[in-house]
């Protein structure tokens, strides 16, 4: 890679970063979060519906790969909407002729979330039924 590209002539050094800490960069990770979770109310929806899974799976004492998959789901809607807010975010201080350009993206990542819901809903549905079903001994 030139170092046209960085901005410098050859003459003179590209300026580097300095390496951040590992706490800092935990830090603005989770204030990410922060912000994903305090700007879209979509969240208080997922949140819900994670601590109503979170509770079935106490409840009807799921073993330690229910708890896998159960937890794994509740990551993965969480993941999708962080990104999905994130591009929400983004679109926002798009200029408005720029946004007709990039309009889809928005739903492509609004998509993302009902797939990861629908998968997560799926999977609670095959471990708490099974359980129900164990319970009414039905099966």
């Known amino acids: 890679m030139s170092t046209e ?6 003459d003179e050094q590209p ?7 590992w706490r800092d960069k935990f830090r603005e990770a989770f204030r990410g979060v922060k912000r994903g979770v ?5 969240f208080s ?5 994670a601590v109503v899974a ?3 799976a106490v409840a009807l004492d799921c073993d330690y790969r229910e708890w896998c998959l159960v937890i794994g789901c509740v990551g993965l809607v ?12 983004l679109f ?17 990542a609004a998509g993302a979330v009902l797939v990861a819901g629908l998968t997560s809903a799926t ?3 095959v471990i708490f039924g099974r359980k129900l079903l164990i319970l009414f001994h039905v099966v």
């Open 5 to 10: 590209s960085w901005g410098a002539t050859n």
């Open 15 to 21: 300026l580097r970063r300095k390496p951040r800490r």
């Open 38 to 42: 305090r700007g879209h109310s979509s």
């Open 45 to 49: 929806v997922h949140f819900f519906c």
């Open 54 to 56: 979170l509770a079935a």
């Open 78 to 89: 969480f993941t999708a909407e962080l990104f999905n807010s994130s591009i929400e975010t």
């Open 92 to 108: 926002r201080g798009l200029e408005p002729e720029a946004r007709d350009r990039v309009y889809g993206c928005l739903d492509i």
């Open 123 to 125: 999977v609670g549905g």
